[in-house]
T-cell receptor, first 114, second 116 residues
């Protein structure tokens, strides 16, 4: 079965530090990849997506992610964390098959300390 | 402004009662989805619909029912058969279902249901 794994359910960083949230998917077929962010008691907001072309994708709020096919990974990074980045982050994949919805990882909660 | 609305934001019900959660979108999207979110479990798909008058079960459909009589509306009923209904429910929509890179999903603000 196709799946998405987010390594680390909780990640803590200091303000100004590098943010790295890990996402791996299981498939031999290149998927479409997404990162969403969720603030407490709110819906999900799309941060960025990879479809085709350039493997380094830039998103909103200074986040970026790199698609590495050989590693089946799509890790999310931000050079310098802000307090406002504290939220839950979800990685999701779509396998371009008719009738399939997005498959979500279990999420990673990012905490940012001053 | 285009978007997805869910109402109410918070909902309280007694055990044994059915309850219907509203989801409306004005994005002219064909596909709509319902997810359940529990702490540490991510999003789990309950039902989705690709077109009016058609819908498919997701991974955890037992105890839930849906209808899709209008393109813009996809209400979810949590029935008394759902053993553990207390959760955060999210509705989403997309242009289609899984058949193209632009088919990212747009989410509503969610409804937190508490059943006691």
């Amino acid at each position: 079965a196709q799946s998405v794994t987010q390594l680390g359910s909780h990640v803590s960083v200091s303000e100004g530090a590098l943010v790295l949230l890990r996402c791996n998917y299981s498939s031999s077929v290149p998927p479409y990849l997404f990162w969403y962010v969720q603030y407490p008691n709110q819906g999900l907001q799309l941060l960025l997506k990879y479809t085709t072309g350039a493997t380094l994708v830039k998103g909103i709020n200074g986040f970026e992610a790199e698609f590495k096919k050989s590693e089946t990974s799509f890790h999310l990074t931000k050079p310098s964390a802000h307090m406002s980045d504290a939220a839950e982050y979800f990685c999701a994949v779509s396998y371009n098959q008719a009738g399939t919805a997005l498959i979500f990882g279990k999420g990673t909660t990012l905490s940012v300390s001053s | 402004d285009g978007g997805i609305t869910q109402s109410p934001k918070y909902l309280f019900r007694k055990e044994g009662q059915n309850v219907t959660l509203s989801c409306e979108q004005n994005l002219n999207h064909d596909a709509m989805y319902w997810y359940r979110q529990d702490p540490g479990q991510g999003l789990r798909l309950i039902y989705y619909s690709q077109i009016v008058n058609d819908f498919q079960k997701g991974d955890i459909a037992e105890g839930y029912s849906v209808s899709r009589e209008k393109k813009e509306s996809f209400p979810l009923t949590v029935t008394s058969a759902q053993k553990n209904p207390t959760a955060f429910y999210l509705c989403a929509s997309s242009m289609g279902v899984g058949t193209g890179p632009s088919y990212e999903q747009y989410f509503g603000p969610g409804t937190r249901l508490t059943v006691t």
